[in-house]
């Protein structure tokens, strides 16, 4: 159905303030969210719908989220995980700057000179790892953003985990023993934290594996049971 | 934008982006400072699951830190614009929790899965002092009791047309007819007073 057509204005209009409301269906919803990434009227009708309504928010009594919040924002970006405004004055702060300092000169020493040359728009540049096993039939998606240290895991296939098993996912060093990132839900979509951004943390790791252990993962810290899947780490420079 | 008046709020805000956008971390914390209250306000009253709320901010401000460089000044004002983000991605978020669930959900009850703090304003008083410029506040106030207090419960706590009808106990052809014409008079009377313009 072409919505942008003349004579259907009124009924995209329609569609367009209850999907601003927030009151269309799930399927209508996603269905004009995708027309609307290629359809400029479609996009403009959303739009002025957005600006109708935003004047109404401003009333929403504010709720303070929890410091856990900006924590986790903190990690996953690399950044410095004091929140400046809630620790008083500058003065006040001078361990958070030395401890600042020391975390950005270790930082800069990992990174080396890549650092420099990193043009800041492609943070997120996805990053993308297929998992696979003998078969090459993908079975997992690992994808990160280099500025961002949240890994985000996705079964497209592979066999069933039995249900007193669980799926680990690991980091194959070059040269060094393999390194846990953790368990991973036997199916759907999981998030794992990166001990660094993805620049320092995958540097010297061309691949990533996944292994079948007891429930709750290894208890040695080295993989116990079989591994399932691998995939290569594409280099990023 | 002619309509919106531009305040000093805004104003710091879209200098904190701009400071974002080059990489000044002290900027981003005093960025979050000013806007997660609110946009948890927002988040919460639509989601009802902290754990849920949190992680749609925890995505918008890791965007924010990627794209603050994208945001326009001219188009809108940051808290808005970032206000519009969240709001949608709770919504889709929702509604596809809805879809996922409408199988499995016999013996669905009204119960929110989370208590919010009990709100000194109903939805209905929101969205009258939310219309802080004075034409915004008279086409809200010029609806009716039933599409008004529809609009209000949708557009705050994110409910659907049949939440609607169970909520305020009228059948849903009722409902669905109270937000379709509550939005179509909200629209030409906002239109009127010039509030908002196609582009």
């Not at chain 1, 297929?130 to 895991?153: F, I």
């Not at chain 1, 039995?162 to 979509?189: C, F, H, N, Q, Y």
């Not at chain 2, 948890?40 to 995505?59: F, K, N, W």
């Not at chain 2, 008279?138 to 419960?153: E, F, N, R, S």
Request: contains cysteine.
């Amino acid at each position: 159905m072409n919505l942008s057509r003349p004579d259907r204005l009124p009924r995209l209009d329609a569609l367009a303030a209850e999907y601003v409301l927030g009151t269309l269906p799930s399927r209508a919803r996603m269905r004009l969210a995708r027309i609307a990434r290629t359809d400029t009227v479609v996009a403009g009708a959303i739009r002025t719908w957005e600006q109708r309504l935003a004047l109404l928010t401003e009333a929403v009594p504010p709720i303070t989220p929890s410091p856990r919040l900006w924590r986790v924002i903190a990690l996953r970006l690399g950044l410095e995980p004091v929140r400046p405004a809630a620790a008083g004055p500058w003065w006040s702060r001078l361990a958070f700057w030395r401890g600042f300092a020391l975390a950005s000169f270790t930082a800069a020493l990992a990174l080396g000179v890549t650092m420099l040359t990193q043009a800041p728009e492609r943070a997120d540049q996805p990053i993308v790892v297929v998992l696979a096993g003998p078969d090459a039939k993908p079975a997992l998606l690992a994808t990160m953003s280099r500025g961002d240290r949240l890994l985000t895991v996705k079964t497209v296939g592979g066999a069933p985990v039995p249900p007193d098993k669980s799926l680990e996912l690991w980091m194959l060093p070059d040269g060094s023993p393999p390194r846990s990132l953790g368990v991973i839900p036997a199916t759907g979509v999981g998030r794992l934290m990166l001990p660094a951004l993805p620049d320092v943390a995958l540097a010297r790791v061309p691949a990533l594996a996944v292994s079948l252990e007891q429930a709750g993962g290894s208890r040695t810290g080295a993989p116990q049971g079989p591994v399932l899947y691998t995939g290569a780490v594409q280099r990023m420079y | 934008m002619a309509a919106v008046p531009s305040s000093d709020k805004s104003a710091r805000l879209a200098g904190l982006l701009s400071r974002i956008a080059l990489g000044d971390q002290t900027a981003f914390g005093e960025f979050y400072e000013a806007t997660s209250p609110h946009l948890y306000g927002v988040a919460l009253r639509i989601l009802r699951d902290p754990p849920a709320a949190e992680e749609i901010l925890q995505e918008a401000y890791v965007n924010v830190w990627h794209h603050a460089g994208s945001y326009e000044v001219a188009k809108s004002q940051p808290l808005t614009w970032l206000t519009t983000i969240v709001r949608n991605r709770c919504l889709d978020q929702l509604r596809r929790r809805e879809l996922d669930t409408v199988t499995l959900t016999a013996d669905d009850d009204d119960a929110p899965a989370y208590d919010l703090p009990s709100d000194t304003m109903t939805p209905a008083e929101m969205l009258l002092a939310g219309a802080e410029a004075r034409s915004v506040r008279d086409c809200v106030d010029a609806l009716d009791a039933g599409p008004k207090q529809a609009i209000a419960l949708a557009f705050y706590q994110g409910m659907s047309h049949s939440e609607l009808a169970r909520h305020l106990r009228e059948p849903l052809g009722t409902v669905k007819s109270w937000v379709r014409r509550g939005l179509e008079k909200l629209k030409s009377c906002l239109d009127r007073a010039g509030y908002a313009r196609n582009e």
